[in-house]
C-alpha cells in the first residue's frame, strides 16, 4: 500500500490526499510529528518537508512531484490533459496555486488565528489533549502578534497576503463562471491542487479532516464569508463532495494517522 508523510494540517499534504483519493488509490497516512519526525524523515529522503509518498522502496517528496509520478505510474483518471495547450495552462495554474494560495493562505490563517480564540482551540486535531487545548486558547493575541513577527508574519505582511487573495479568488470565480472546471469540462491537475490548497482559506463542510466538526465551513474573515468568493468556494466543496473521501468513524477507519515508523 502507498504511504503518505504527512502533516493532517498541512495544505500542501491535502493536495496529495485529494490527488490520490480523485485516482481511487488506497494509501496509509503516516504523521511526521515536527522536529525528530523531521530528522527521522531526513533520514529516508535526503530532505524535512512533507509531504512524501513512498511506493514501495521509492520516497517521492514535493506534491508536484508526487503528482506528476502518480499520473506515470498509475495512469487511470489522469491528471493531466493530452491537448497541448490545456495541459500547458494546468500546469501554469498548479505552479501558481503552489506560490500563491499556497504560501499566502498560511499568512492569511494567521490572521484568523490571531483574532479568534476559539478558532484557534478548533483549529487543533481532534486528538490534542484538553489542557493543552485550553492553552493554546489562552495565548494573548499580543503574544501572537509578537510570535507572527518572529516568523516573518507581521501584520503587514498578513494584510498583503490577505489582498493578493482576494484578487486570486476573484480571478477563480471568473474563470469558473461558464466551466465545470479550470481548464475545461474535466477535472484537471489544477482543480485539485487549488482546491486542495485552499482549505486554509476556508475549511470544506463534511469530515475530511482530523479536525472538529465545528470547524467546518469557517475560514480566514473577509475571504471564507464574503459573498463575492461564495461561487468559488461552492465549487471547491462540489470537488470534495465528487472526489474526496471523507474519515469514517474516529478514528478514521483506514485513514487515522499513525506516528512516523522508521525500519
Excluded: C, H
Amino acid at each position: 500500500m502507498l504511504e503518505l508523510y504527512q502533516w493532517e494540517f498541512s495544505q500542501y499534504s491535502e493536495k496529495v490526499r485529494l490527488i490520490l483519493d480523485y485516482k481511487g488509490l488506497e494509501y496509509r497516512k503516516i504523521e511526521v510529528t515536527p522536529g525528530i519526525g523531521q530528522v527521522e524523515l531526513f533520514r529516508l529522503t535526503g530532505q524535512k518537508q512533507v509531504p512524501v509518498l513512498k511506493d514501495g522502496n521509492r520516497y517521492i517528496s514535493d506534491s508536484t512531484a508526487i503528482a506528476k509520478y502518480l499520473d506515470l505510474e498509475y495512469p487511470d483518471r489522469p491528471l493531466l490533459p493530452t491537448d497541448p495547450k490545456q495541459r500547458g495552462l494546468t500546469l501554469l495554474i498548479e505552479e501558481w496555486a503552489d506560490e500563491s494560495i499556497g504560501i499566502k493562505g498560511r499568512k492569511a490563517l494567521f490572521s484568523a488565528i490571531s483574532q479568534d480564540q476559539s478558532f484557534r482551540k478548533a483549529l487543533l486535531p481532534t486528538s490534542t489533549p484538553d489542557v493543552l487545548k485550553t492553552l493554546v486558547e489562552g495565548v494573548p493575541t499580543d503574544l501572537l502578534t509578537v510570535l507572527g513577527f518572529g516568523v516573518g508574519y507581521s501584520p503587514d505582511v498578513v494584510k498583503s497576503a490577505i489582498a493578493d487573495l482576494k484578487q486570486d479568488l476573484e480571478a477563480l470565480t471568473l474563470l469558473l463562471a461558464d466551466s465545470p472546471y479550470l481548464t475545461g469540462d474535466e477535472p484537471t491537475l489544477a482543480d485539485l491542487a487549488v482546491a486542495g490548497l485552499s482549505i486554509l482559506l476556508k475549511f470544506p463542510e463534511g469530515s475530511y479532516l482530523d479536525l472538529p466538526a465545528s470547524i467546518a465551513g469557517k475560514g480566514v474573515p473577509s475571504l471564507a464569508d464574503n459573498p463575492d468568493y461564495a461561487a468559488f468556494f461552492a465549487w471547491r466543496d462540489r470537488i470534495y463532495t465528487q472526489f474526496r473521501k471523507p474519515l469514517i468513524g474516529k478514528p478514521p477507519t483506514g485513514g487515522a494517522p499513525t506516528s512516523i515508523q522508521i525500519d
